[in-house]
């Protein structure tokens, strides 16, 4: 079934909603295709290729909501399962604020190219990615013979969907991604120390070359041997790039309108005041040609746009979802994430770490959570001592623990040093006095 087809079924199953009696509709519909590939001692480990279709039925009828899904695309078996669907949600309790977006949130311009789709997904054949899978393997095998086992891995995903409205939005996109990369671990007496890295793109011929991915995994797991606990005490926090998207989840949740609305969010009433030192401008960007967040619409239709959430530490905006946007009488923007961007400072990692004279790089968050509700969190951490500006030795089991209030206040600095293989383009952070518990 091809894009058009998907939306001609899509506008028939409004249509039919409409006619059973459902007041307003929304239908998506889309087909996703995976393959992943694990390559340990140059033998196939795990070959998947799956394939999945699915639309998915939204039912406004008199306020009252209800959502299905079905994998089943014939029409004869939709005619019934819409009716079932359209009955079932006269039952149910009215809610005043259960419709659609309006119109005017939904976009202009549908027309805009973000280059999210690999025309040549189809020519990517399973005996290339197997190949990509075993040299990467091999090489992390090869860096030292310290590493007990390595496995290289390359994955893919292609997704078509159309979504339409039975207010006037039509939309359709097509998303492509490519994954390689490789996990390795060690023999340090005994323990087993791991590392791993990954790296991807939405076009397979800009995926990091195999020689990147295997050294910077096989670097990773090496880096950790002779990890230790050291004594607790106060040092300034140096947090990878890779590692600092972890840290949003103290911002996101209690950004959300539901949070907001439900009385679960410790930043309600704060638009406009200071939540962070004025190191942190965050960016959510839906528009960046390429990135893994990227897109002209959000889950509910509405037009993803730039917006700049933080700015040198005052919160400016929250994520509006449509729901709860009309119960709290606010606009709705969107309530999903796209591409996180951080103002980006001067300096990279290493030069950061050869000026820092007492300090701690974390480079993985073990565990822990963040209340939304009062902002209090506690997360384990692993990553490396350094004094003097050079890296002591590797430790693990340390714990930081405090408020997102204050401890957003104790950033001085980010790297410009952005991560590129995710959503959240985080650079290194730096953080001056840190309270750390371990012995």
């Not at 009716?83 to 027309?111: C, G, H, I, Q, W």
């Not at 390689?180 to 790296?199: C, I, L, M």
């Not at 840290?247 to 005041?273: D, H, T």
């Amino acid at each position: 079934m091809t894009n058009k087809e998907r939306k001609d079924l899509a506008i028939w199953a409004t249509e039919y909603a409409k006619k059973q009696g459902a007041s307003e509709v929304a239908v998506s519909i889309s087909n996703s295709r995976s393959a992943e590939v694990e390559i340990r001692e140059q033998k196939i480990e795990t070959i998947k290729e799956s394939t999945q279709n699915g639309l998915s039925l939204r039912i406004f009828r008199d306020h009252k909501f209800s959502g299905h899904s079905t994998n089943n695309l014939k029409k004869q078996d939709l005619q019934k399962f819409i009716s079932e669907a359209v009955e079932a949600t006269k039952y149910l309790t009215p809610d005043e604020f259960r419709t659609l977006p309006d119109p005017s949130l939904y976009p202009k311009n549908m027309d805009l190219d973000l280059k999210l789709n690999d025309t040549t997904y189809p020519q990517v054949k399973p005996e290339t990615k197997i190949a990509i899978a075993k040299e990467i393997e091999q090489i992390a095998r090869a860096q030292s013979d310290k590493i007990i086992s390595a496995t290289g891995g390359f994955s893919d995903d292609y997704t078509e969907s159309v979504r339409v409205h039975s207010n006037g939005f039509v939309g359709e996109r097509i998303t492509t991604s490519f994954w390689a990369g490789a996990e390795a671990t060690v023999k340090d007496g005994d323990s087993r120390p791991e590392g791993y890295f990954w790296g991807g793109n939405r076009f397979f011929n800009q995926l990091p070359n195999p020689e990147e991915l295997a050294k910077m995994a096989t670097q990773n797991a090496l880096a950790k041997m002779g990890q230790t606990k050291i004594a607790s005490g106060r040092y300034n926090m140096i947090v990878e790039n890779r590692t600092a998207g972890r840290l949003l989840s103290m911002f996101i949740q209690p950004m959300s309108a539901r949070a907001l609305q439900q009385k679960s969010s410790y930043l309600e009433g704060m638009l406009g005041q200071r939540i962070a030192s004025d190191h942190l401008t965050i960016i959510d960007n839906p528009l960046i040609p390429g990135g893994f967040g990227s897109k002209l619409y959000d889950r509910e239709g509405i037009e993803a746009r730039k917006r700049v959430m933080i700015e040198k530490g005052i919160l400016k905006e929250y994520y509006i979802d449509n729901y709860y946007g009309k119960k709290m009488g606010m606009t709705p923007n969107g309530g999903s994430l796209s591409n996180i961007v951080f103002e980006n400072g001067t300096r990279d990692k290493e030069t950061i770490i050869k000026h820092t004279n007492h300090g701690i790089i974390v480079t993985s968050f073990n565990g822990g959570n963040s209340n939304p509700t009062t902002g209090d969190f506690s997360f384990g951490v692993s990553g490396f001592l350094v004094e003097g500006g050079k890296i002591v030795k590797p430790i693990n089991e340390m714990n930081i623990s405090g408020n997102a209030q204050e401890f957003w206040q104790q950033l001085t600095e980010t790297g410009n040093d952005p991560y590129p293989y995710s959503t959240v383009q985080s650079p290194t952070l730096v953080f001056n006095d840190i309270d750390f518990s371990g012995l």
